[in-house]
């Protein structure tokens, strides 16, 4: 069974920092794409990030474009979600998500993840 623990959330002033991270398991038999959603109070599950397995294929969401960075250890068993330059438009619920994929580089679409993590809460405050 595929299991993720978020961690990392917390209170944060605008303009700081925060690193989430994402522990995975159980993931076996094929490359496992990780992936980062959030989802604010009244608001959709929104896509952040994602990382293929091999680690080489990035894609950040443009709301977060140029502030947070996903990266992860070899074959993502850990993954992170390094956020700069916070806003109190980033505070939301962050969710790691895990999906199978045709292969090492490969990046899933936002839709197609299959696990998820219990959530961790960023609050970034003015």
């Known amino acids: 069974q595929v299991q993720l623990v978020e961690s990392g959330g917390g209170l944060v002033q605008a303009g700081g920092s925060l690193r989430l991270s994402c522990a995975a398991s159980g993931r076996t038999g094929t490359y496992y794409a990780m992936g980062w959603f959030r989802q604010a109070p009244g608001k959709e599950r929104e896509f952040v990030a994602a990382?293929?397995?091999?680690?080489?294929?990035?894609v950040c969401a443009d709301s977060v474009k140029g502030r947070f960075t996903i990266s992860g250890d070899n074959a993502q068993n850990t993954v992170y979600l390094q956020m700069s330059s916070l806003k109190p438009e980033d505070t939301a619920v962050y969710y790691c998500a895990a999906v199978p994929t045709q292969g090492s580089f490969s990046l899933p679409r936002p839709y197609e993840y299959d696990y998820w993590g219990q959530g961790t809460q960023v609050t970034v405050s003015s």
């Open positions: 990382i293929s397995w091999s680690g080489s294929n990035t």
